[in-house]
């Protein structure tokens, strides 16, 4: 929906490929196993940096007046732009070479890997803002965006996310919210591939 991603693209090459600078960062070695609560690369728009997956609505609290500390992976693209806690943020998007769903009984599940079908970057649409932490320091976070499965996803999952082409970039980027409806939809049949990913080694990064 994702529940995992995996990047394994040198960083020079998504910056070409995603036209955004990649400024002072330093490159990360191969990442396959990427999970919620983890430094994600993204490209905003003032280029790419990362971001920590996951996100704790700025201002959110509950019926105390206290702070809400529920972090948010992933949001609905019917609702995203709808509800409270997500008032106020930005947006961006987030390479990876392929993400991970899971099916089956609790501890006896399978797991899948989806790509593109010809291999090439996906590039997930999200959301973003920046968390100001007990003490003082500002954390920036990001949740990916959701919405019903594409046929190549449906068989294992009722969630997908949603996938950008680089024409909808700077759409989704830059665009007023009420011109993204078209952008969140599923991507186009044939596009994916599923596969199992018996050969991934869950401990490792």
Known sequence: MPGRLFLTTPLPRIAELFGGPAGALAPD??????????????????????????????????????????TIVNARSETVFSKSAFQGVSRCIVPADGWYEWTGEKRRKTA???????????????????????????????????????????????????????SQFDTWLHAPEEELADLMRPYPDGSLTVEPADDVDWNAP
């Open 29 to 70: 070695p191969p990442r396959n196993n990427i999970s919620p609560g983890e430094e994600i690369l993204t490209l905003t728009q003032s280029g790419l940096t990362r971001m920590r997956w996951g996100l704790i609505p700025v201002g959110r609290v509950n019926a105390r007046g206290r702070p809400v500390m529920e």
């Open 112 to 166: 899948w890997r989806i790509t593109s079908a010809d291999r090439q970057l996906l590039a997930f649409a999200a959301i973003c803002d920046v968390w100001k932490a007990p003490g003082g320091l500002e954390v920036a976070q990001a949740a990916m965006v959701t919405c019903p499965p594409s046929a190549d996803v449906s068989g294992i999952h009722h969630r997908m996310g949603v996938l950008l082409v680089p």
